[in-house]
């Protein structure tokens, strides 16, 4: 019998993003995530007593900002070597764009696979053979798969890829290749990395993305973690997926049409939080509350948005191990503009005008010239992070624009008594 693991993208020492902010917020978890993650991994290898372990690139998450990065995985490394347990690599964008990596030795018990052509490993004492080929550079475009040399017959053959395949959203379109290429070689396993999210591409053969070890901000929602794989008589006998990760990311979403009171809407927030705390297995819970539904306190909620959020987070808090990213409000009216328009009230001139009501990204920054200022004088990471700010796409400016709309007509409709 054989056993390995299959993991990738770590992203070892990558930031968490979303809690940073705020003052409650768990630091030492979201600073050490990623690491507690990987020694989670670790714990899993020698517990199972696996045989070699597989990281399908993405290790490392950028350039380090020094060898203490390198240092912990050395010293990991150093664990499972005394365990007999050897690691077989191959990187990724991110790793290619490090560029310490490629000067740091490697502990004797790990492999990383060749950067110019792809290269194949024999383990000959478990009939396994591992074929692989690292980034050379960030930006891979070419179909490293096509080059992989076909299947040998006398092993158990494994190949090892970091690749959008045939593209995934919110991934780039490295190393590019088909389902077809990957079966025309013959081989008994892929093991995939890129892709953070886990998905079992095929099972004859199997094609497997792990996903990451460690969601690092809310886009990566879920259980997090690695594939345990078990050959048995030269065939896959088993393919499980583990948890691993330290600090889960959930959107919660809450349906207010019922609520009539303050009361009823924190009940419900409070009965939404804990059914993501039972579906997050006494892991720390970083939730996005979304507010949804025609009700009646719709116009309650967005005339004090920042106060809602602040109780909001206090309901959070009182969990413990619940904390509040962001508030997303999505409520309705429970009456439609069309009711109210039909109205012989004064009011309703005013809500016909706000609902044709022109916002675009020019008439933003005329009405608030300094913005624009501002906006200049921002780091890049700040426009280029997962939610930048001042964004002015279209969409956003749309999404924007109905937020203001929906917030000067509950104005209107609560102090006017209209609703």
């Given at each position: ?12 020492d990558?930031p ?14 979201i ?37 203490n ?73 070419d ?56 998905e ?135 009456k ?41 004088k ?42």
């Amino acid at each position: 019998m054989v056993k390995f693991i299959h993991t990738a993208d770590i992203h070892l020492d990558s930031p968490l993003k979303g809690l940073e902010t705020h003052e409650d917020a768990p630091v030492d978890e979201i600073r050490g995530a990623t690491r507690r993650a990987f020694d989670n991994l670790i714990e899993l290898a020698i517990e199972e007593e696996v045989d070699f372990i597989l990281i399908a690139g993405d290790l490392y998450d950028g350039d380090w900002k020094d060898y203490n990065t390198g240092l912990f995985f050395a010293s990991r490394m150093g664990r499972l070597s005394k365990a007999g347990i050897k690691v077989f690599i191959v990187s990724g964008n991110h790793d290619a764009a490090n560029q310490i990596t490629k000067t740091m030795p490697l502990p004797d018990n790990v492999t990383l696979f060749s950067l110019r052509k792809p290269q194949s490993v024999k383990l000959d004492d478990f009939g396994v053979i591992i074929h692989g080929q690292s980034y050379s550079f960030r930006a891979v475009t070419d179909n490293l798969a096509s080059q992989y040399p076909q299947n040998d017959s006398n092993y158990f053959n494994i190949g090892l890829l970091h690749t959008s395949l045939t593209g995934r959203e919110g991934h780039e379109d490295y190393a590019p290749c088909t389902l077809d290429d990957l079966k025309s070689k013959g081989y008994d396993y892929w093991a995939l990395g890129h892709v953070h999210k886990r998905e079992i591409v095929s099972q004859d053969p199997w094609i497997v993305f792990p996903g990451n070890i460690q969601g690092r901000h809310i886009k990566e929602t879920g259980a997090k973690g690695a594939t345990l794989v078990t050959v048995e008589e030269g065939r896959i006998a088993e393919v499980e997926a583990r948890e691993l990760d330290v600090l889960r990311w959930a959107t919660c979403q809450v349906d207010l049409s019922e609520c009539e009171t303050s009361d009823m809407v924190y009940d419900a927030v409070r009965e939404g939080f804990e059914q993501e705390l039972e579906q997050a297995n006494g892991k720390t819970l970083s939730l996005r509350l979304i507010l949804t539904g025609r009700c009646p306190v719709h116009a309650q909620l967005l005339d004090r948005t920042t106060q809602w959020a602040e109780e909001f987070r206090g309901i959070a808090a009182g969990f413990g191990d619940v904390w509040l990213e962001k508030v997303k409000f999505q409520t309705s009216r429970k009456k439609s503009l069309v009711e109210i328009f039909s109205e012989d009230t004064p009011i309703a001139g005013l809500l016909q005008s706000i609902q044709h009501l022109e916002l675009d990204g020019d008439t933003i920054f005329g009405l608030v010239p300094e913005l624009s200022a501002l906006k200049s004088k921002l780091p890049a990471e700040i426009h280029s992070s997962d939610e930048p700010f001042l964004d002015l796409s279209p969409d956003k400016i749309a999404e924007l624009r109905t937020e203001v709309q929906e917030l000067l007509i509950a104005k209107l409709l609560r102090h006017g008594g209209t609703g």
